[in-house]
């Protein structure tokens, strides 16, 4: 509104949001997109990542401990300098847990996920429901847009779809800036391990694949300096 105070239009641009969803492995693909566009929309670029992970474990959480098919809720809000998701579910008493799971396990990493990727994280048990939460440290805004390489956006949006039906599995760092780039290089494996395998069940030169991607790159690289 014209004349209002800039920090006052960021609060109101910044409303609490949420969005109720029952309890299915493929509702977290839908809920990740949901949370990308709302912190895009806040302008909380950087969080998104990070943002997306906490969501699919704490929604995993619930398919995995509460039951499949449970009515539950996403809410996003920022609590002063911290961004806050919240899962609600209406189990009391199956309360999310942190346990000491190898690397290469395929459960039991969820809430230690949780615990290393957040600042803070918690549980709060209400008269008619559970509120599993968890906190992460907002920083300086990114910017709304930027001219990415066609190839880079695609790379991210299959990353993206990816994620959602394997949840990458690495260890975390929890210094500024590391958690994404870890992630997103633990991803890029997979995928291409499995494009790899793909080539090789197919019949197909995986090595020779990988030499014309190569110099595809390179030349798009040297393209791109001219």
Not at 35 to 52: K, N, S
Not at 158 to 172: E, F, G, I, K, W
Not at 210 to 225: I, K, T
Request: hydrophobic share 40%; proline share 5%.
């Amino acid at each position: 509104m014209k004349g209002e105070p800039v920090i006052q239009q960021a609060r109101r641009l910044r409303q609490a949001w949420d969005v109720e969803f029952t309890a299915r492995p493929e509702e977290v693909g839908v809920l990740r997109r949901l949370v990308r566009r709302r912190l895009a929309h806040w302008g909380l670029h950087e969080l998104v990542d990070t943002a997306q992970l906490c969501v699919s474990e704490l929604v995993s959480n619930v398919v995995t401990h509460v039951g499949l098919g449970t009515p539950s809720s996403l809410a996003v809000s920022l609590n002063g300098t911290h961004l806050r998701i919240e899962v609600h579910d209406p189990d009391a008493r199956a309360l999310p847990t942190l346990v000491a799971a190898d690397i290469d396990a395929e459960g039991g990493r969820g809430m230690a996920l949780v615990e290393a990727l957040a600042d803070r994280w918690g549980v709060q048990l209400r008269e008619d429901r559970k509120v599993t939460w968890c906190e992460l440290a907002t920083g300086p805004a990114s910017p709304a847009g930027r001219g990415d390489d066609p190839s880079v956006t695609r790379a991210e949006a299959l990353l993206d779809m990816y994620a959602t039906l394997r949840p990458p599995v690495c260890s975390y760092d929890r210094e500024p800036g590391r958690v994404s780039r870890l992630v997103a290089e633990e991803s890029v494996i997979d995928v291409i391990t499995d494009f790899l395998r793909w080539l090789q069940a197919h019949g197909c030169d995986a090595d020779e694949v990988l030499d014309r991607a190569q110099s595809r790159c390179e030349a798009a690289l040297a393209g791109s300096e001219r």
